[in-house]
């Protein structure tokens, strides 16, 4: 049985870091397209950033561009998200999403592994 498991979120003040580690468990990273999501009450689930299946290739979504970085490591089969310079609408259920492909899309519709999600709180 495949799961996915988000970890580290928090409640932080502006400006400050956080590094979100998702982990998975029934099957290997490696072979996997992954992601970050997040969602605020009342909003749709929004794409964050996305790795590819050979780690090779990194997008993220305008909003998070030269703050967040995403990072993969294999062998331990971990996704972390790091999150520097934090702000207040940064504030979010953040969720770890992963798929069977080789690319990655930026729509919730193209993952079919999600984790349940981790709250991250950024005060002003």
């Known amino acids: 049985q495949v799961q996915v498991v988000e970890s580290g979120g928090g409640l932080v003040q502006a400006g400050a870091f956080l590094r979100l580690s998702c982990t998975a468990s029934g099957i290997t990273l490696r072979n996997l397209a992954t992601g970050w999501f997040r969602q605020t009450p009342g909003k749709d689930r929004e794409y964050v950033a996305t790795?590819?299946?050979?780690?090779?290739?990194?997008t993220y979504t305008d909003s998070v561009k030269g703050r967040f970085t995403l990072s993969r490591d294999t062998a331990k089969s971990t996704m972390s998200l790091e999150m520097h310079s934090l702000k207040p609408e940064d504030t979010a259920v953040y969720y770890c999403a992963a798929e069977v492909a080789f690319l990655t899309g930026t729509d919730v519709s193209d993952y079919g592994y999600w984790g349940q999600g981790t709250q991250v709180t950024v005060s002003s």
């Open positions: 790795l590819n299946w050979n780690g090779g290739i990194t």
